[in-house]
């Protein structure tokens, strides 16, 4: 076969980006066709592509990829920080990131470890649970309540909002097209209200000064709205999906999950574990702003996009003697934050909310088990659970 001519149709539902295909396609060559322009499938090149300045964040192109060329998601794809470059890009993150900074978010840690044992509570003596629905989204969705100032009480309906506009980083995003745009509206009139609120009687949280630095003049009215309805759905949908992914894959190795129960000092690097190996971003864009010859055949013209392949890099034998899982082991950095000036604003929030509920889990569920196959979303694009039961030994409320 000749080098590069491998092509993986990552935008047919039934694609799995973790599949054999996709590993004997790295095996061949660094790179493969796509549905959505090049891949790149090896960690070093990978790497190496990610701090590349030759090369832009390249989601602003999303939903013409996939025929939406107006409308309100596209008017809004365009404006939200994923899709921002140079300095409206850096002007943003500014403004946004004192609240992500890890000396923000680790003194929230004891209030992580307060409400997984709350929910755990909730369905432990009962001995069965679907993890998605009482567990991963309750959680994810108060945990992001807390961080930028929202009423944790309304954390199901902004959830709900969440889990619709979370399908526009999906392959069927086009199919769901009118629930993401329900969605934007609901989510976009809820946010507004809050901003007129924090306008009226600011407090001490994230909202209240993205409402001051708007006053200030260092953000339009526009932008703001924009942000919060960006950092609602993305700070929710990601740790949600991922929470699912890490137990699926602590489950299927049985051994690692009793470690974590007794090592909860495990959590940390665990999360780092399963994002390597079962990552919910299973590929990362990029757009040439010029001709690139990236070697072994493939010449990128500018305009181009190329897709970085999380789990395939993140697996690659040639980076590590054994690829692996193991939660002892510190592998070669992965890819389930991006990279570059584009890396995860909340991966601060994401590793240490998911260190803190891995354990909880294993500790309270030390015999937990699938209980049937679950609902998942397509193994391309964003990926996760939709329902995932399980079942385990009944535990008493408040073990600990």
Same mark, same amino acid.
């Given at each position: 076969m000749q080098t590069g001519s491998r092509f993986l149709d990552l935008a047919d539902p039934a694609f799995d980006v973790t599949s054999p295909e996709v590993h004997?396609?790295?095996?061949?060559?660094?790179?493969?066709?796509?549905?959505?322009?090049?891949?790149?499938?090896?960690?070093?090149?990978?790497?190496?592509?990610?701090?590349?300045?030759?090369?832009?964040?390249?989601?602003?192109?999303?939903?013409?990829?996939?025929?939406?060329?107006?409308?309100?998601?596209?008017?809004?794809?365009?404006?939200?920080?994923?899709?921002?470059?140079?300095e409206?890009?850096?002007?943003?993150?500014?403004?946004?990131n004192p609240a992500f900074k890890q000396g923000a978010v680790?003194?929230?840690?004891?209030?992580?470890?307060?409400?997984?044992?709350?929910?755990?509570?909730?369905?432990?003596?009962?001995?069965s649970v679907e993890l998605i629905g009482e567990f991963a989204e309750p959680y994810a969705s108060r945990v992001l309540c807390r961080l930028i100032g929202l009423p944790e009480d309304e954390w199901a309906q902004v959830a709900r909002w969440a889990d619709d506009l979370g399908k526009s980083f999906g392959v069927r995003v086009r199919?769901?097209?009118?629930?993401?745009?329900?969605?934007?509206?609901?989510?976009?009139?809820?946010?507004?209200?809050?901003?007129?609120?924090?306008?009226?009687?600011p407090r001490d949280d994230l909202v209240s000064d993205l409402v001051r630095a708007q006053q200030e003049g260092r953000l339009s009215a526009e932008e703001l709205s924009v942000a919060?309805?960006?950092?609602?759905?993305?700070?929710?949908?990601?740790?949600?999906?991922?929470?699912?992914?890490a137990v699926q894959t602590l489950l299927a190795h049985p051994e690692q999950w009793r470690l974590l129960?007794?090592?909860?000092?495990?959590?940390?690097?665990?999360?780092?574990?399963?994002?390597?190996?079962? %990552?919910?971003?299973?590929?990362?864009?990029?757009?040439?702003?010029?001709?690139?010859?990236?070697?072994?055949?493939?010449?990128?013209?500018?305009?181009?996009?190329?897709?970085?392949?999380?789990h395939s890099a993140g697996t690659d034998p040639r980076a590590? %003697?054994?690829p692996s899982f193991d939660i002892t082991v510190e592998h070669p950095m992965h890819m389930g934050f991006g990279g570059g000036v584009h890396h995860c604003l909340g991966h601060w929030v994401a590793r240490l909310d998911m260190a803190v509920a891995l354990p909880v889990l294993a500790a309270r569920m030390p015999d937990a088990r699938p209980d049937g196959p679950g609902e998942w979303l397509p193994v391309s694009g964003?990926?996760?659970?939709?329902?995932?039961?399980?079942v385990f030994t009944p535990t008493p409320a408040g073990g600990r």
């Open positions: 004997a396609a790295r095996e061949e060559a660094f790179w493969a066709r796509t549905s959505y322009g090049y891949a790149v499938l090896r960690h070093a090149e990978v790497t190496a592509l990610l701090k590349d300045r030759r090369f832009r964040q390249g989601n602003a192109r999303w939903p013409a990829q996939n025929g939406i060329t107006s409308g309100m998601f596209s008017d809004w794809w365009q404006k939200v920080l994923l899709s921002l470059e140079g409206d890009h850096l002007r943003l993150r500014r403004l946004l680790t003194p929230m840690v004891p209030g992580f470890t307060e409400l997984a044992h709350e929910l755990v509570d909730g369905f432990g003596e009962r001995g199919e769901d097209l009118p629930r993401i745009e329900r969605a934007l509206e609901g989510l976009y009139g809820y946010c507004d209200a809050v901003v007129r609120d924090r306008a009226a009687a919060l309805v960006f950092l609602v759905f993305a700070g929710m949908e990601t740790t949600r999906n991922q929470l699912g992914l129960a007794e090592r909860p000092e495990l959590g940390r690097n665990a999360v780092e574990e399963v994002m390597r190996v079962n %990552p919910t971003v299973t590929w990362i864009t990029r757009e040439a702003l010029e001709d690139v010859d990236l070697g072994d055949g493939l010449v990128v013209r500018a305009g181009d996009i190329v897709q970085v392949l999380s590590q %003697p054994d964003n990926t996760g659970a939709v329902r995932y039961p399980l």
